[in-house]
């Protein structure tokens, strides 16, 4: 008798004890799981700009909707959301950018709020880059924005009525245009859509306002790189003819606005505003690096 209820409570804490065990496992792969959806749903929501290339690279994803009842359906409805998001995380970076050296595209969208619209339907043209198909019918989309003169056209509609009046009267002139660089990375400044560049005594030496309307639509103006290796060897997309300038210090607030030696905006000046376009590198570093970098220097 003694035995029996021996074996009984023995059986008994046994299995209380496995209990515990199970619950304490269980309360493990849930909060594993919570860590590896919140990490899914971070990998899920990203973007940034590459500015060598010129783009907004955005991910996005989409769930399946409970109510579709075919694989296909769901998967239709989960890319609709994935290009949704794309659109959501392109404009969450787009609105911190500089826009010009004082304005970032969000506060001239603050200003300007009949832009949007016009923003909205130039993001939703975004190129697909990558698509990834999940078993549950989640659709994963990596997409790509570019940033070229139609962006900036649509964000800064005084280019259409003030683009190329300074170019107007001047003749074209057939003359083989170097590569310019402007070597910055001492500055620590930050990318933006529409950079300057000024001489010591305030006089405009480049900018959007002095090209046709025509020029800015048709490439990138600007180019930024931060290797300045690439601009050279058997591999580099430059040509071999360059011209190197010196960036002395930032303009005004001191954000994307370059300021240059008067020597070197004549230097500058021969070749017309027309034809830097296209053939303008701007050599940066981000600003912790360049601050680094003066620290050991």
Request: net charge positive.
């Amino acid at each position: 008798m003694l035995r029996n209820e021996g074996e009984e409570l023995m059986s008994w804490e046994l299995r209380r004890r496995c209990s515990e065990a199970m619950a304490g496992l269980l309360a493990c792969v849930c909060v594993w799981s919570f860590f590896v959806l919140r990490a899914d749903c971070a990998c899920a929501a990203v973007a940034k700009i590459d500015w060598r290339r010129g783009l907004v690279l955005a991910m996005g994803r989409g769930l399946p909707g409970v109510a579709a009842y075919d694989i296909d359906l769901a998967r239709s409805d989960a890319e609709q959301e994935a290009r949704k998001e794309v659109v959501r995380q392109i404009y969450t970076v787009l609105e911190r950018t500089w826009l010009s050296d004082s304005l970032t595209v969000g506060q001239q969208l603050s200003r300007h709020p009949e832009l949007r619209p016009l923003l909205d339907a130039y993001m939703n043209k975004f190129k697909v880059l990558d698509t990834r198909y999940f078993s549950d019918g989640g659709v994963e989309l990596t997409g790509a924005l570019l940033l070229d003169g139609t962006l900036l056209e649509v964000l800064m509609p005084s280019l259409r009525s003030k683009s190329g009046k300074s170019q107007k009267r001047r003749k074209s002139v057939k003359i083989k245009i170097p590569t310019v660089v402007v070597d910055a990375r001492h500055l620590g400044l930050s990318p933006g859509l529409a950079p300057r560049i000024f001489d010591t005594a305030n006089k405009l030496v480049f900018g959007l306002s002095m090209l046709p309307e025509s020029l800015i639509r048709q490439q990138r103006v600007v180019r930024y790189e931060r290797d300045a290796r690439v601009l050279s060897g058997s591999q580099s997309k430059y040509q071999k003819s360059m011209l190197w300038i010196h960036a002395q210090r930032l303009a005004k607030s001191g954000v994307i606005d370059i300021v240059i030696t008067k020597k070197d905006a004549k230097r500058l000046g021969s070749l017309t505003a027309q034809g830097i376009a296209g053939n303008l590198i701007i050599l940066w570093k981000p600003r912790l690096l360049s601050a680094v970098s003066k620290e050991l220097g």
